[in-house]
């Protein structure tokens, strides 16, 4: 069995910053189900937020507005001090991808540009184009390579092994060959990502399972805020392709079926620049009462930005709209709707990325530090990724003398031999229940029941039903023979992952009985600071998840009414 001093599963940019942030002193491995640069964030479009005060209308930025604007936008439940601590870090972070050579857009005078994005009010969001991600996380490949970090990719990781409060390596499928391996570490970090594909109307790749943070829950490690889902305001009708904010960053106009900016009777001065979660429920309001287009849309508006600007600043929104949707921008609005984005909540960490199972860390979407609260602000998890990336790297280069335990090969292997008789089991079974039918039903269910708008009488039979989803499972049945490149045996396993997390995401949003940010209930339109200003916590007790809650460190912003 391999072995390295620290492992990072995850080869997005949370996964790849930390890397990079170790593999100097110490013996550092990357495991990926895709190769790296196929990550989710690679697709990321609009761009990365630091207060760099470069665009003329945003001199008077700072780091401490940046942090104000975030915690409101999150709806006063991100904890404060790590939010300073991002935005201080932001510029910096910046600059470093700069001098890596990131090849950011720029303004006339050379200084890298900024546009606004929703719930700043100022240029903060700097940008490549409208493929931020994709230039971020080929930059931070070539540090990989260039310091030979050794990436293990296609393989899938399905089980953490933990013992007595202490991580100690994790059983890998290998997609290239069929087999399952173990690898021991004194250290992991898990950059997994989020959960997006527990919904059906979802931006995110067909990968982002949140199968690290199930695997974490099972190995005994605390979650956080799973009920808080952010809905983009704007995907593509039909696809749910993304459209980023950095269109409506550009000026681009929301419209309904009676051609009326209709934002401003959500939030008259922000406009189409209010934070994502009032922009969604906006939409969603419009479509409700029938002022939407047939199916279920509003309009994008970028016509009056002119050709030259499209080109220039939004090509890929551009050619997403011609060649998945058959409208060019430049003559025709852009057919959207809302979608399921982005996972605020996730594995519960400190600010150095620590869990409660001290060798094992998370950074990036699949951890809740918490920095975006009730909702995120666009443009803030680019920075996410890369600021706690980095800072468990920090971390664990901190610890990494005085953690003296040594990791059990033992337990490891006896791990991958559980696995491959858990896989012998489910082949032998005959007819059960496909897992595709089971996941198909989860989507739908969280789509209908858990999404931008919520009640009481919804959220009890999504847990009901979820519920049934999970005895289900126990019947699972894999069809094909184990082997190379057998993706069923991937998503079988994932599934259960899946199906914890939306159980996890319907219970939290059942009890809280407030909205705040992304979590708005019909039956209790108000926040609720008296009884509701905390973070839901979910861990394992036996073969039950029970939910539990935490103060919010609100020691910097007293809560106000939020407004734009
Ligand atoms: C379409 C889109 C556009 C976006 N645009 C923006 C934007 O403009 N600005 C912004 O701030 N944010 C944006 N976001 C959000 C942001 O891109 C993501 O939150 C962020 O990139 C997540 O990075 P990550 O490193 O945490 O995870 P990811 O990039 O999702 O990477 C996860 C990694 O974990 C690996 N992995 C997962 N599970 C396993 C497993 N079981 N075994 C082995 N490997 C595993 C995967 O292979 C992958 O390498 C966007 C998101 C989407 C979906």
């Known amino acids: 069995m391999n072995k390295h001093d620290v492992i990072v599963v995850g080869g997005g940019l949370a996964g790849l910053r930390a890397a990079v942030g170790l593999c100097r002193q110490y013996n550092v491995a990357v495991v990926s189900k895709v190769h790296p640069v196929r990550s989710h964030s690679v697709a990321a479009q609009g ?21 104000f604007d975030t915690v409101k936008g999150s709806d006063y439940l991100a904890d404060q001090s790590a939010v300073v601590e991002m935005c201080r870090m932001a510029p910096e972070m910046i600059y470093e991808f700069e001098h890596w050579g990131a090849p950011f857009s720029r303004l006339p005078d050379g200084r890298i540009a900024q546009r606004p994005f929703g719930g700043g009010g100022f240029p903060r969001t700097c940008y490549a184009a409208d493929r931020t991600g994709h230039l971020m996380l080929h930059t931070l490949y070539e540090q990989i390579v260039k310091h030979q970090v050794r990436v ?21 499928w290998n997609l290239k060959t069929g087999r399952f391996e173990g690898l021991a570490s004194k250290f992991c970090v898990f950059a997994t990502g989020g959960y997006g594909r527990a919904y059906r109307n979802s931006t995110n790749a067909l990968i982002n399972t949140g199968s690290g943070i199930g695997m974490a829950l099972r190995a005994g490690i605390t979650l956080k805020d799973l009920e808080f889902v952010q809905f983009h305001p704007t995907t593509q009708f039909g696809t749910n392709i993304l459209i980023t904010e950095g269109a409506r960053g550009e000026g681009a106009h929301l419209l309904n079926n009676q051609g009326l900016r209709f934002m401003e009777r959500y939030a008259a001065s922000a406009m189409e620049l209010a934070p994502r979660d009032i922009v969604a429920r906006a939409i969603q309001t419009e479509i409700d009462q029938g ?12 016509r009056h930005l002119g050709k030259e600007r499209i080109c220039k600043r939004l090509p890929g929104i551009r050619q997403i709209s011609i060649d998945f949707g058959d409208v060019d921008p430049v003559d025709e609005p852009i057919p959207v709707q809302p979608g399921q984005h982005y996972s605020m909540g996730g594995i519960d960490t400190d600010v150095t990325g620590r869990t409660n199972v001290p060798n094992f860390y998370a950074a990036g979407e699949c951890a809740c530090v918490s920095v975006h609260g009730a909702n995120r602000l666009g ?30 090969a033992a337990l490891v292997e006896a791990g991958v031999r559980s696995q491959i008789e858990r896989v012998e089991r489910l082949s032998g079974r005959g007819d059960g229940v496909p897992h595709h039918e089971i996941r198909n039903r989860l989507q739908t269910l969280c789509t209908e029941k858990v999404g931008i708008f919520r009640n009481q009488e919804d959220l009890a039979e999504a847990v009901r039903q979820i519920g049934l989803l999970r005895r289900q499972y126990q019947d699972v049945t894999l069809k094909t023979a184990p082997g190379p490149f057998n993706f069923e045996i991937v998503n079988l396993l994932e599934l259960e992952s899946l199906l914890s997390l939306a159980e996890i995401t319907a219970r939290g949003a059942l009890a809280r009985q407030e909205s705040r940010g992304s979590h708005s209930r019909t039956d209790f339109p108000e926040r609720n600071d008296a009884e509701w200003l905390s973070h839901s916590i979910a861990r394992m007790e036996g073969d039950e998840v029970v939910l539990s809650y935490a103060d919010v460190d609100v020691s910097r912003y007293e809560p106000q009414q939020r407004t734009y």
């Open 379 to 408: 443009g803030n998890s680019l920075l996410d990724t890369v600021v706690f990336g980095r800072l468990a790297a920090e971390a664990i280069a901190g610890r990494f003398s005085d953690f003296d335990r040594k990791p059990d």
């Open 291 to 302: 002022r939407g287009f047939q199916g279920g849309y509003v309009q994008l508006d970028l």
């Open 152 to 172: 293990y990719d296609e393989r899938v990781v399905t089980r953490i092994v933990a013992d007595d409060g202490q991580y100690h390596g994790l059983v890998l």
């Open 47 to 67: 761009g990365v937020n630091a207060a760099l005060g470069n665009a003329p209308e945003g001199r008077d930025d700072t780091p401490e507005r940046h942090a």
